[in-house]
């Protein structure tokens, strides 16, 4: 069965300090990982997807297979950037997919 | 506003009766999922839909639960009976087909609280 761990609820950060936010992983396929992010009183939103190899509001997070680990990283965090964040595994049974998520982390970035 | 809606945004119930949730995905997404979201966790997945069929359904889903999607379209979601541990957030998602890796787009969720 497949698991996500995100073992910080909370990360408290100033503003300009460098941000990682840890997600390991345990599933036996081939992973496709993601991170949502959702601010206060708005929906669950992408932020970005490993297999895009994309960097957004500037952020970048590297899939490591021998760790199975799918860490979120901003090198000067931003007040905006204060939110709850969830990362999750995209796993198939035949034509189904589905997301299991990770219990957030809440990044707190104060001044 | 083209997004995923739900409705509606809260419901209160007593134990005992049934509710039912209605789910509108984005027009020409043809995959649709339902989460629960219980305080301090992450979404847990509980139904996926690939237009009308029901092809996956988690074991979180008892026998109380019940979800549809005719036509492809909208889809609802019924709680038979409900009890205080049903008292959660309900959130929809979409997504048009792709073979992996695509986002799903969340609906702004439907509270519901069990007294």
């Known amino acids: 069965a497949q698991r996500v761990t995100q073992p910080e609820k909370l990360l408290s950060v100033f503003k300009g300090a460098p941000v990682e936010l840890k997600c390991n992983y345990s599933y036996s396929g081939s992973p496709e990982l993601f991170w949502y992010v959702q601010y206060s009183r708005q929906r669950l939103q992408l932020l970005l997807r490993h297999i895009s190899r994309e960097s957004i509001k500037g952020f970048t997070a590297d899939l490591n297979k021998g760790e199975t680990s799918f860490h979120l990283k901003k090198p000067f965090a931003q007040e905006e950037d204060s939110a709850m964040y969830y990362c999750?595994?995209?796993?198939?049974?035949?034509?189904?997919?589905?997301?299991?998520f990770g219990t957030g982390t809440r990044l707190q970035v104060t001044l | 506003d083209t997004g995923v809606s739900q409705d509606p945004r809260h419901k209160i119930t007593k134990r005992g009766q049934n509710v039912t949730f209605r789910c509108d995905p984005i027009s020409e997404h043809n995959r649709l999922y339902w989460y629960r979201q219980t305080l301090g966790q992450g979404p847990e997945f509980l139904t996926y839909?690939?237009?009308?069929?029901?092809?996956?359904k988690s074991r979180l889903l008892s026998d109380r639960f019940s979800a549809e999607r005719p036509k492809g379209s909208f889809s609802t979601l019924e709680i038979q009976r409900t009890e205080q541990g049903d008292s959660a957030m309900y959130l929809c998602?979409?997504?048009?087909?792709?073979?992996?890796?695509?986002?799903?787009?969340f609906g702004p969720g439907t509270r519901l609280t069990v007294t």
């Open positions: 998602a979409s997504s048009p087909w792709a073979r992996v890796a695509y986002e799903q787009y």
């Open positions: 839909f690939q237009n009308e069929a029901q092809l996956e």
């Open positions: 999750a595994l995209e796993s198939h049974t035949g034509t189904a997919s589905k997301l299991t």
